[in-house]
């Protein structure tokens, strides 16, 4: 399975932002997707989640501005980020568990860096 990030880029604080990520290979099916973020000099963290039903999740920080959402006809998902602060520049990660012939493993996509300037 590979993941492919995409939508990143530099915005000033206020502006809005939309990540997506694109699932592809053979023989899988997606479970749970999520989006992590890691700010320079700072361990990586999860920002959002969604399962495979739709159900989501946030961190305090993002709640209100940022919605996570999933395609499954496309095996992608996606964050669309609003009201963005400095504080949300990091590179932005896609993470998703998937049932693979091998089990269910985590896959991680490349990375797409969010720039907010104030």
């Known amino acids: 399975v590979q993941l492919q990030a995409s939508g990143g880029g530099m915005v000033q604080a206020g502006g809005s932002l939309r990540l997506s990520c694109a699932a592809s290979?053979?023989?899988?099916?997606?479970?749970?997707m999520a989006w992590y973020r890691q700010a320079p000099e700072k361990q990586r963290e999860l920002v959002a989640t969604i399962s495979s039903r739709g159900t989501t999740s946030y961190i305090d920080s993002v709640k209100g501005r940022f919605t996570i959402s999933r395609d499954n006809s496309k095996n992608a998902v996606y964050l669309q980020m609003n009201s963005l602060k400095p504080e949300d520049t990091g590179v932005y990660y896609c993470?998703?568990?998937?049932?693979?012939?091998?089990?269910?493993?985590?896959?991680w996509g490349q990375g797409t860096l969010v720039t907010v300037s104030s």
């Open positions: 290979g053979r023989g899988f099916s997606i479970g749970a």
């Open positions: 993470n998703a568990g998937a049932d693979v012939p091998t089990g269910y493993r985590q896959f």
